[in-house]
């Protein structure tokens, strides 16, 4: 089986998630059918069957959930020494050495499901983190952009 890579903080997310849907809002939609049923007709009766939708959802996302978390691989970078090595779960300050004006940026390597580009948190399977991975500090990394290529200079590789 392969294990899929992700942060201790994507894991932590995840099980909150599910927690959610097994504690609060399985219960709800359980209490929405049963009042629905109350009403009688099930033949027409929108409210149940708008509520069984809603179970069918909530069950599906919590086996999703469960399955992502069973074949995962929760990787802690802060009990990893640091080596100046950009890996998995790694945070990495870059310079963008084709535009003079740039800022630096700063991008954590995370998995697939925690991948949000507006916190800087890009996929492992991007092709920004591809081309970063295994780089060190110092090291100038040519990614590969809809716009062509793009120098980055590795400026810092942080393990937080």
């Given at each position: 089986m392969n294990r899929v890579?992700?942060?201790?903080?994507?894991?932590?997310?995840?099980?909150?998630?599910?927690?959610?849907?097994?504690?609060?809002?399985?219960?709800?939609v359980v209490a929405a059918?049963?009042?629905a049923r109350e009403h009688g007709d099930l033949k027409e009766n929108a409210e149940y069957h708008a509520a069984r939708e809603q179970q069918g959802f909530i069950e599906g996302r919590i086996q999703e959930i469960e399955a992502k978390l069973s074949n995962s691989q929760i990787v802690d970078v802060t009990?990893?020494?640091?080596?100046?090595?950009?890996?998995?779960?790694?945070?990495?300050?870059?310079?963008?050495?084709?535009?003079?004006?740039?800022?630096?940026?700063?991008?954590?390597?995370v998995g697939d499901d925690e991948a949000d580009i507006k916190k800087n948190k890009l996929s492992i399977n991007s092709p920004i983190a591809r081309g970063l991975i295994g780089k060190e500090e110092g090291d100038i990394a040519n990614i590969q952009t809809p716009k062509g290529s793009v120098e980055y200079e590795i400026a810092e590789v942080l393990y937080l």
């Open positions: 890579p992700m942060t201790v903080e994507g894991a932590e997310a995840l099980q909150t998630e599910l927690n959610e849907l097994k504690k609060v809002k399985r219960p709800q059918i049963a009042e009990k990893i020494s640091n080596n100046g090595k950009v890996i998995f779960g790694s945070t990495v300050i870059l310079i963008n050495m084709d535009d003079n004006n740039a800022d630096e940026v700063q991008y954590k390597i």
